[in-house]
């Protein structure tokens, strides 16, 4: 076999493509409970979701309201990281303020 053979058969296919695809993204949702204040919603909402005090008041009337509010929409480790901050902050502050995780659909 010539030299030139050889390095024509060690070429990569080029044709091979890749695509990329988004990451999925998860809502953080916030509970209602008896015990948690208003107040506390809202300094939680503000300090670990990076929301001004319209919107923190607006998603925390909806925990309220309706039982649940969505906090935010990340990718799953950062959602993962939200809740366990605001388990952490929540046990701290002896309040049973419970978040979760939920695909975003």
């Given at each position: 076999?010539?030299?030139?053979?050889?390095?024509?058969?060690?070429?990569?296919?080029i044709?091979?493509?890749?695509?990329?695809?988004?990451?999925?993204y998860?809502?953080?949702?916030l509970?209602?409970?008896?015990?948690?204040?208003?107040?506390?919603v809202v300094?939680?909402l503000?300090s670990?979701?990076?929301?001004?005090?319209e919107?923190a008041?607006?998603?925390?009337?909806n925990v309220?309201?309706?039982?649940?509010g969505?906090?935010?929409?990340?990718?799953?480790?950062?959602?993962?990281?939200?809740?366990?901050?605001?388990?952490?902050?929540?046990?701290?502050n002896e309040?049973?303020l419970?978040?979760?995780?939920?695909?975003d659909?």
């Amino acid at each position: 076999m010539a030299k030139e053979d050889t390095l024509i058969q060690d070429k990569p296919d080029i044709t091979e493509k890749t695509s990329l695809q988004e990451p999925p993204y998860y809502r953080v949702v916030l509970h209602n409970d008896d015990y948690t204040t208003m107040d506390f919603v809202v300094m939680i909402l503000q300090s670990v979701f990076h929301k001004n005090i319209e919107e923190a008041t607006q998603i925390m009337l909806n925990v309220h309201h309706q039982g649940r509010g969505i906090a935010g929409v990340y990718t799953r480790e950062i959602g993962e990281t939200k809740v366990a901050l605001v388990h952490r902050i929540a046990k701290r502050n002896e309040y049973p303020l419970r978040c979760s995780l939920e695909p975003d659909s």
